[in-house]
């Protein structure tokens, strides 16, 4: 009996001991997760107190914005001076901005039983008479005229057809469609003097759109087509040309200066819209085979997953 009393009293130390061990790894969990929740709430705080600080910086920066001064009373002279150094084509603009409204505000207006004035007929008036007095320089000046506005027509189109590049095409569809709807929303009247001639574009003696110039248009958009591909050569050829077809339609009253301006406005327009439109569809065409491939990768993935 003796001896066995020591052996239980082991025995009972060792299950107490083993007892306490499984106890404290149970409860180590717990207390690690009590103190992760309570370190993470700690973060949550001070992330709370630092979204709170960052919203009252943002709402102090919205109230200085709101209330600060306007930005043309920090303007120094230096700005002045270097605005006018380094921007000085806006400053060219304002300029005009005012002496043209000096102008347009004293001008008398031309009566309605007067023909428009235009400063281009003005100044091609020697021409108007040369054409005038010779039909057969006219003639041959319509004939090389129409020429110069089917080189335009094959460009384009060559550009399309043989090259595969779209734009120019494009860019003359948008600018004819709009021409006419302008011209038939305002037809403006025929121009006195006007030297018509058979062999001139359109052929025919037919009637046809003053505002805008089509010719012009044409031919800036195939000077621009010709510099996008580096045609340098070319293109400074068809602005030459241009320059003088401009010329001659002023001198056989065929179109207002008003018209030839908005032209070269227009080619450079619908050029860039022209752009733009490549750019959207090339855009959509990337987004459709995007999805086209992600559904044939999904639709591979599901039937080689079991």
Known sequence: MDGGAPTLSADSAAAAAAATTAKTKTQTPALANGAVKRRNGGN?????????????????ALHYHSYSRPSFLKWRLQDAVYVATHHWMPCLFAVGLLFFM??????????????PFDLGFIATRSLHHLLQDSPNLNTVLAFLNTVFVGMQ???????????GRPRAT???????????ILGYSTQLPLPQGFLGSGVDFPVGNVSFFLFFSGHVAGSVIASLDMRRMKRHELAWLFDVLNLLQAGRLLGTRGHYTIDLAV????????????GKYEEFSQSKL????????NGVANHTKRNLIP
Do not use: Q
């Open 286 to 293: 990337l987004s459709l085979n995007g999805d086209h491939i």
């Open 102 to 115: 000096a102008v347009e505000y004293t001008l008398r207006m031309v009566p309605p039983s007067s023909p």
């Open 153 to 163: 027509m094959i460009y384009i189109m060559g550009a399309w057809l043989i090259e």
């Open 170 to 180: 494009i860019s003359a569809l948008f600018m004819f469609t709009c021409r006419g």
């Open 263 to 274: 032209g070269v406005g227009a080619g450079i327009l619908f050029d860039s819209l022209a």
């Open 44 to 60: 949550n705080r001070t992330e709370a107190a630092a979204n709170g600080v960052k919203v009252m910086a943002a709402k102090k």
